[in-house]
């Protein structure tokens, strides 16, 4: 019996790799693979009907996906319209960390089992907060910026503004999850102090690596301060005007999570008054940055547009994780990352 998969990829995670990632999955079994690309990255994501961070149209989506069992994608929409009108889908892959852009609820009650790619970015996000890191502490965003324009910016070795070293730096981290448990290790491997604040950890994961310590201790004790946390009613705006004032005087900030962390007027004006020597940023309030935000033109600071996670490597294994959740499924395996277990137990 022939398996009928649509293979939903973009400019990213292309269709190609996860045709050959589904096909390595399950070798010997009759596959049927239908390609469609979205848009994404060269058209942003968004809202599409009642799901978020999505790429393409419910039409375009529902066209593609007749007589498919199986879709495996990053951003394809799994709204409640493309579910009523595709009774024949099993199980929807999302080759992210996160399923944001599937209705759990309407693939539950259709019983439509979707499944999503923890990890699959932590090393290359982590490598990005690290030249982030790098870049900011040193000041190199600006003198880049300045020499490309004919400046040649020798004033830098002026003591007050050349920079910090890792080495012997005291580095606070906030989370400690796959990307942040990452982060310490290449800071531990350079001869940083690590302090750690993650309240979801227990007392034993960062042994040997980093200090768990209470959110206060970590501003006011480290020169570098990294966010790895995730969003939620606790974290949302966590690092604001008062958190900055209890850093040290030029201390360095990073945010490589989500740009609702931090309160970004605050940061600028701690950079324009000299209490924070830098900041390096992947994320923000709002994406694409307005034009005329206060960041674009704020001395300090390191932008890059939410690429953290831009690597071959990561849209690679991005499609390997969702075949082999395809592959599981296939052979009646239960799926090691699903969101909605309850409809494999019917």
């Known amino acids: 019996m022939t398996t009928t998969v649509l293979a939903a990829g973009d400019h990213f995670v292309l269709p190609r790799l996860l045709t050959r990632e589904l096909r390595a999955a399950v070798p010997g079994t009759a596959l049927e693979v239908t390609e469609i690309r979205l848009p994404w990255p060269h058209t942003p994501f968004g809202p599409v009907a009642e799901v978020d961070e999505a790429s393409g149209g419910e039409d375009e989506l529902i066209e593609a996906l007749r007589g498919a069992r199986i879709c495996v994608t990053q951003l394809a929409p799994l709204t409640e319209r493309v579910l009523a009108a595709c009774p024949g889908l099993e199980l929807f892959c999302v080759s992210r960390g996160g399923p944001v852009n599937a209705n759990l609820d309407a693939a539950t009650r259709h019983g439509v089992a979707v499944s999503y790619a923890p990890?699959?970015?932590?090393?290359?996000?982590?490598?990005?907060?690290?030249?982030?890191?790098?870049?900011?502490?040193?000041?190199?965003?600006?003198?880049?910026?300045?020499?490309?324009?004919?400046?040649?910016?020798?004033?830098?070795?002026?003591?007050?503004?050349?920079?910090?070293?890792?080495?012997?730096?005291?580095?606070?981290?906030?989370?400690?999850?796959?990307?942040?448990?990452?982060?310490?290790?290449?800071?531990?491997?350079?001869?940083?102090?690590?302090?750690?604040?993650?309240p979801y950890v227990g007392p034993g994961a960062a042994a040997g690596i980093a200090e768990p310590v209470c959110l206060e201790e970590l501003l006011a004790s480290a020169r570098i301060v990294s966010l790895h946390a995730r969003v939620t009613e606790e974290t949302t705006g966590m690092i604001g005007r008062a958190q900055i004032a209890a850093m040290p005087r030029g201390s360095v900030l990073v945010n490589c999570a989500?740009?609702?962390?931090?309160?970004?007027?605050?940061?600028?004006?701690?950079?324009?008054?000299?209490?924070?020597?830098?900041?390096?940023?992947?994320?923000?309030?709002?994406?694409?940055?307005?034009?005329?935000?206060?960041?674009?033109?704020?001395p300090g600071v390191v932008l890059t547009p939410h690429i953290a996670g831009a690597s071959q490597e990561v849209a690679n294994r991005a499609a390997r994780i969702v075949a082999a959740e395809a592959g599981r499924f296939l052979r009646g395996e239960p799926l090691a990352h699903c969101a909605n277990p309850e409809v494999l137990a019917r």
């Open 258 to 298: 989500r740009g609702a962390l931090v309160d970004y007027e605050a940061v600028c004006d701690a950079l324009d008054s000299g209490h924070l020597a830098g900041a390096g940023f992947d994320v923000f309030p709002a994406e694409p940055v307005p034009a005329g935000a206060r960041l674009l033109s704020t």
């Open 119 to 198: 990890g699959r970015n932590a090393t290359a996000t982590a490598e990005h907060t690290l030249a982030l890191l790098l870049a900011a502490a040193r000041g190199i965003g600006d003198v880049h910026t300045d020499l490309r324009r004919g400046t040649w910016r020798g004033d830098h070795y002026d003591y007050d503004t050349c920079g910090i070293e890792i080495a012997g730096s005291t580095v606070g981290l906030v989370g400690f999850g796959a990307i942040g448990s990452r982060v310490a290790r290449l800071l531990a491997a350079m001869g940083a102090r690590v302090l750690v604040h993650d």
